[in-house]
Structure formats: C-alpha cells, structure tokens
C-alpha cells in the first residue's frame, strides 16, 4: 500500500533541494505545494481551472441519445442503458473522458518510448508486436473518473463545484487485457533509483485558461507501477477501440480515471520526482475541509452505487418492479447494498447477484411494490468489505471530486 501523503511529502523535500522536476507546473503551485509541506502554513486556495469548451466531442465511436449524454468533449454513460448489460460495460455505452478528442493512431507506426533518468541505460522502444508478444494478463476492473456524481454536490447539497457535471454516468467496467507495466520496466532497465513512473497521452496538449498545459500525463510511485498497472491492449476481448486509448493505455486499478492514461506514446522513469498539472492543480482536493493548499494527490477511487434507471421513471402502481443496480468501492469489493424505496425512512437489503470483487461492482436487485400513485425517491446505499457504508453527504471539496454519499434518485408511480 502507498503512504500518498508521506510519498507527498518526500516529493516536495526532493524538490526543494533541487532533485524534483516539474515541467508545466506553474511556481504559483509548486509555492502552494511546498506551503502544504509544512504545517499550517496560509496557501493559495485555488480552484482548478475548468477545461476549454470545444464545438463538438472528438469522440470516434456513435454516441447516440438514449446511450449517452454528451458533456463537452465527453460523452455520459445513461444508466438506464446498462439495464440488460451483463457484469462488463460493451464499448458502444462505455464513457468517454476525453481533455481534447480522440487522436486516431495507426497502430502499425506506434510506439512505446521509455525512458529517463530512472533507468540504467538510455530506456528502450516497443512496438505493438513487441509488447503483445510479451505476457499478458486479463483483468475486470472499473474505470471512473475522478469528477462521477459531481453534479449532486450542487443539487443534493447545495454546493458549487468546477468541473464537468456528470451524474453517475461516468463509470464503467471493461476485461482489459494487457502486460504488467512492471515487466516493461524491466526490460527497459529500471534501476534501484527510480522513485516516479509518468505516461503521457499521444493526444493533443491540453489548453486551459489560455495556458497550455501540454500533454496529459500523471506520475505515479514507482511502487505503484509496479504492483498492479497494465498497459492494455485489449478491452472486452477485442483490440482497444479508439476513443478508449488505442492502441494501448495504462489501466490503474481501482484508482482516479486520469491515471489510467490512454494512447500512452511515452514513460518517463525519473530518479527525481515528477509533477504535472494533473497531480497539483487537479486532482486533489481543496475546500474548507483540507488543508488551505490541497491534499495529497488522488489514488484510490471511493465508494458508489447506482439504479439502472432513468431520471424520473415512471412505475405502475399495485404491480411488483424489479429493480435493478449496481454499487463498487475503490477500497475493495461491495459486500452490502440497502436500498430505500420512502425517501430513506426505512432501509432493506437488496439481493447481490455478484461476490465481491475487488476492482470490480457488483449487480444487486429488489423487488417492489408500490401502493400508492405519485413522486417517490429511491435510494441505494453500499458497504464495502472494509466495512465503510455510503454517507447521506459528501465532504465538499471546490472540484468536486469523489462524491459518496446516497443518490436520491426521483421516479413517478403512475
Ligand atoms: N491521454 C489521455 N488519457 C486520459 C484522458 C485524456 O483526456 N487523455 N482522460 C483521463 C480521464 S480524466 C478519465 S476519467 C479516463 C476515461 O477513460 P475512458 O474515456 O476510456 O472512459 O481516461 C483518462 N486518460
Ligand atoms: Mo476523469
């Protein structure tokens, strides 16, 4: 398991004696970071910038209403689609989280360049054929983007956020198939040295605020990276479709969707620490209940579940309804769903149709009935198997990241 706050911590010693790198982080950040590092010091409590509209998403693949919401550049799952799916998300209503549009990549001329100051020699390059022709593994795990069920901090909660207002359609769950990137490392020449592991996306640099952020890339500890990340070349037993990284990306189990690095063109392997944008300006959490310069830097995704319903469905009154959903938790399997059909008065367990699984959610159901005619609220609330329950509320932070509390889901009895 990583300490990210002691891992934190060290980064910002190392910088500050000049063995940190941190290209495309501005000095206003670094101050805030390095403030962050000692205790109680007054920070800058800045608010990420919000990504650059575009005209239109840069998505490949038919987005089509009654699968999709389109959010900007992206693309919403709708959970009443994933009604009659069974446990994997298919890729025609898999989301789409894309900083600027799907670079289409003729994966005959890709390559994978590793390398820095993290390795032996001088790194090395993969093609295609190279890394499948190395071990590969097979893995169920969600993707979920940091900013899922942000929009419900504004409408449950009464709270402004930044960022883009997804419900709780920007998840999914895929069989990704691909080789460790520990193994990558190796072959590349790790050394004993190295302390961060940075992809960075083939896709176009990112804009925001009028200040180009460059290419999306994240680091991660060297230790993550080699624990139980991929490099994924397939996706639901087929080659990686385009909007979804290919031909390869990084998989980060259980972790923030921007780990998960998609048409992955480069690692960097530093001796030093890293920083990019999406580690100091995004993706971590600010607001009045963290520290006045930030937390540490996103790792495990929380805790969620959801109907697969539309908004305001409508159900007949008298005549039994199964319900159906599904809840996940970054910390480890779902072991527990109660759902309320009265607003959260009354609580009962829902019937899970899946164990466990760690990375993964489980399906569950639940009959009912209702009586009488009108609006009626639907809640569902997870335990996972460390034992953590779903919160009425979320604990505010300005980006909106990581909500976890109970969705009260509206439907109509007719
Ligand atoms: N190169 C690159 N990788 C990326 C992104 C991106 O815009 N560019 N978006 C990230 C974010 S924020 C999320 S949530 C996931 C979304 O993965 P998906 O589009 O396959 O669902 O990809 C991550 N990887
Ligand atoms: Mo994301």
Redesign the pocket.
């Known amino acids: 398991m990583i300490d990210e706050s002691s891992y934190d911590r060290r980064r910002l010693r190392q910088w500050l004696a000049g063995d940190a790198r941190a290209d495309g982080v501005t000095r206003r950040d670094m101050l805030r970071l390095l403030a962050a590092a000692g205790a109680g010091a007054a920070g800058v409590a800045g608010i990420g910038a919000t990504p650059a509209a575009a005209e239109g998403p840069g998505i490949v693949k038919p987005i089509p209403e009654d699968l999709f919401t389109v959010r900007g550049t992206n693309a919403e799952t709708r959970w009443a689609a994933l009604h009659d799916t069974g446990y994997h998300t298919p890729v025609d209503r ?7 549009s799907t670079p289409v990549i003729d994966p005959d001329d890709w390559t994978l360049r590793v390398w820095g100051s993290g390795l032996h020699g001088s790194g090395a390059v993969f093609g295609l054929d190279d890394l499948r022709a190395l071990p590969s593994v097979t893995l169920s795990a969600f ?4 900013g899922n069920g942000r929009s419900f901090y504004a409408t449950q909660q009464a709270e402004p956020v930044s960022g883009t207002p997804w419900t709780l359609g ?1 998840v ?1 769950v895929a069989r990704w198939r691909g080789v460790p990137l520990g193994e990558v490392l190796r072959r590349a020449g790790l050394g004993r040295a190295a302390v961060d592991v940075m992809p ?4 176009d640099e ?1 804009v925001s605020g009028g200040v180009n952020l460059g ?2 890339r994240r680091p991660m500890p060297v230790a993550k990276a080699l624990d139980d990340v991929l490099l994924v070349h397939e996706m639901n037993g087929a080659p990686l479709p385009p ?3 290919s031909p390869v ?1 990084v998989l980060v189990p259980s972790w ?3 780990a ?5 063109g480069d690692i960097e392997v530093s001796a030093t620490p890293l920083y990019s944008p999406w580690n100091t300006d995004f993706y971590r959490l600010f607001g009045a209940s963290y520290p006045a310069t930030g937390s540490a830097p996103l790792g495990r995704q929380t805790i969620k579940s959801a109907f697969e319903l539309a908004w305001n469905a409508e159900f007949g009154a008298g005549r039994t309804h199964r319900l159906t959903g599904r809840s996940w938790s970054g910390a480890g399997g779902v072991r527990q769903v109660d759902v309320s059909v009265d607003g959260g008065a009354r609580w009962r367990p829902a019937v899970l149709h899946d164990a466990p699984r760690r990375h993964g959610w489980v399906r569950w159901s639940y009959d009912w009935t209702p009586a009488t005619a009108g609006p009626a609220e639907l809640l569902a609330r997870a335990t996972d198997v460390r034992g953590t329950t779903q919160p009425e509320r979320s604990v505010h932070n300005t980006q909106g990241y990581l909500f976890d509390a109970v969705v009260r889901h509206p439907v109509t009895v007719v």
């Open positions: 898999f989301f789409v989280r894309n900083h600027t993707v979920e983007c940091a920007a999914g960075r996306g083939l896709d990112f290419r999306v909007d979804h990284g990306r923030v969707g921007i998960s690095i998609k048409w992955v």
